[in-house]
T-cell receptor
């Protein structure tokens, strides 16, 4: 079983749509959580951290359910520029503190 | 940029040759990481360093070597022992105990 699992997609949605991505992680000791965005042939860029209370940044909302080991990302009012691959990422706060990445969910927003 | 530079952007080598990828950061951060990404897959950790003159193996260190003689530099050598070296290589810095920021990456093609 992969440590971080995501639906690979692609999710094809029209402009203005609301889309949700889900992610599950297997290590209950994981302590910090992120969504990164990766454009084609570019490096991943931090989109947002995910907090237990849930957090919002403009059109983006992230949720964490520690009991179910589940993370979500909601994008409202999708823009063409949102087309990218979204990576679910978890981190241990002990030891090497390396990030563990999901394989990513590809989003294509269509006009 | 994310405060971290990688060069070159594209690199082509013949099988059997060692090649060194550069990673430099100018933000005085202690922790640096090397990841590898293959098409359709998440990033995998090769090596990491949390302090000058010290580094540790990640999950896929075989066929790779690193050095950390200066805080700002963390070069990665892909040796001829690496069986599948063609990949996208990403270097990251970690300013806090949590998120990481990536350089633009080096695409290595070995034929």
């Amino acid at each position: 079983r992969k440590e971080v699992e995501q639906d690979p997609g692609p999710f094809n949605v029209p402009e203005g749509a609301t889309v949700a991505f889900n992610c599950t992680y297997s290590n209950s000791a994981s302590q910090s959580f992120f969504w990164y965005r990766q454009d084609c042939r570019k490096e991943p860029k931090l989109l947002m951290s995910v907090y237990s209370s849930g957090n919002e940044d403009g059109r983006f909302t992230a949720q964490l359910n520690r009991a179910s080991q589940y993370i979500s990302l909601l994008i409202r009012d999708s823009k063409l520029s949102d087309s990218a691959t979204y990576l679910c990422v978890v981190n241990m706060l002990t030891g090497r503190r390396a990030l563990t990445f999901g394989s990513g969910t590809r989003l294509q927003v269509q006009p | 940029d994310g405060g971290i530079t990688q060069s070159p952007k594209y690199l082509f080598r013949k099988e059997g040759q060692n090649v060194t990828l550069s990673c430099e950061q100018n933000l005085n951060h202690d922790a640096m990481y090397w990841y590898r990404q293959d098409p359709g897959q998440g990033l995998r950790l090769i090596y990491y360093s949390q302090i000058v003159n010290d580094f540790q193996k990640g999950d896929i260190a075989e066929g790779y070597s690193v050095s950390r003689e200066k805080k700002e530099s963390f070069p990665l050598t892909v040796t001829s022992a690496q069986k599948n070296p063609t990949a996208f290589y990403l270097c990251a810095r970690r300013p806090l105990p949590y998120e990481q920021y990536f350089g633009p990456g080096t695409r290595l093609t070995v034929t």
